[in-house]
């Protein structure tokens, strides 16, 4: 079974820009979570989609969108983007009646 | 959201158990107790979940106090793979979020 992929790997982008990740969850996986890491602030959660729906969201500005496709694919959006965006943005895949979530390796996002 | 406390760092050498503790003293009675570990340049992976009773998988035993207000990650013989930083963290098993503490940063000496 293929596991959580992100694309892209790594992201340029300059101050005022906007920027979409994308994230596949594993086969099968309805749910899909967003999670931003800086050195600073460690493993921040941004929001979480359950068949196409948000579930839950985190404390951040609403510069940070989201949304879940049908296929269970999930985009976040920055736009605006700051030099404080600068992270590796992880997403997550999980199913209902299992605890574990699935970690992709993340998109490296940085802002000049 | 309840918090957890980890030391920030441990050491430990190959081949010796780990005891990699946790406070969660304002932990709700529904809360699951989850570890997850992040090796250097991937994403957090999932190690052992409880909610009660102890637990036991291939990669680590989790030791939960009766008042649930602490546990303790059991690595029965460290490798060099595994030095990470460990994540204890408290779940609402209504919610998917998982809130992440500054974890525990385990290394590992030869």
């Known amino acids: 079974k293929a596991g959580v992929t992100q694309t892209p790997r790594y992201l340029i982008k300059t101050r005022g820009q906007q920027v979409t990740l994308s994230c596949s969850p594993i086969?099968?996986?309805?749910?899909v979570s967003w999670y931003q890491q800086t050195p600073g602030q460690g493993l921040q959660f941004l929001f979480e989609?359950?068949?196409?729906?948000?579930?839950n969201k985190g404390n951040f500005p609403g510069r940070f969108s989201g949304r879940q496709f049908s296929n269970s694919r999930s985009e976040m959006n920055v736009s605006t983007l700051e030099l404080g965006d600068s992270a590796l943005y992880l997403c997550?895949?999980?199913?209902?009646?299992?605890?574990?979530?699935?970690f992709g390796p993340g998109t490296r996002l940085t802002v000049l | 959201d309840a918090k957890t406390t980890q030391p920030n760092s441990m050491e430990s050498n190959e081949e010796e158990p780990v005891h990699l503790p946790c406070n969660h003293s304002?932990?709700?009675?529904?809360?699951?107790i989850h570890w997850y570990r992040q090796l250097p340049s991937q994403g957090p992976e999932y190690v052992i979940h409880?909610?009660?009773s102890n637990v036991n998988n291939r990669m680590a035993s989790l030791a939960i106090a009766e008042d649930r207000k602490s546990s303790t990650l059991i690595l029965h013989r460290a490798t060099l793979r595994d030095a990470a930083v460990y994540y204890c963290?408290?779940?609402?098993?209504?919610?998917?979020?998982?809130?992440f503490g500054q974890g525990t940063e385990l290394s590992v000496k030869p």
């Open positions: 997550a895949s999980g199913t209902s009646g299992i605890h574990e979530q699935f």
């Open positions: 086969s099968g996986h309805r749910s």
């Open positions: 989609y359950f068949s196409e729906t948000q579930r």
């Open positions: 304002t932990i709700s009675g529904t809360d699951y």
């Open positions: 409880g909610l009660t």
């Open positions: 963290i408290l779940r609402d098993p209504q919610g998917g979020k998982l809130i």
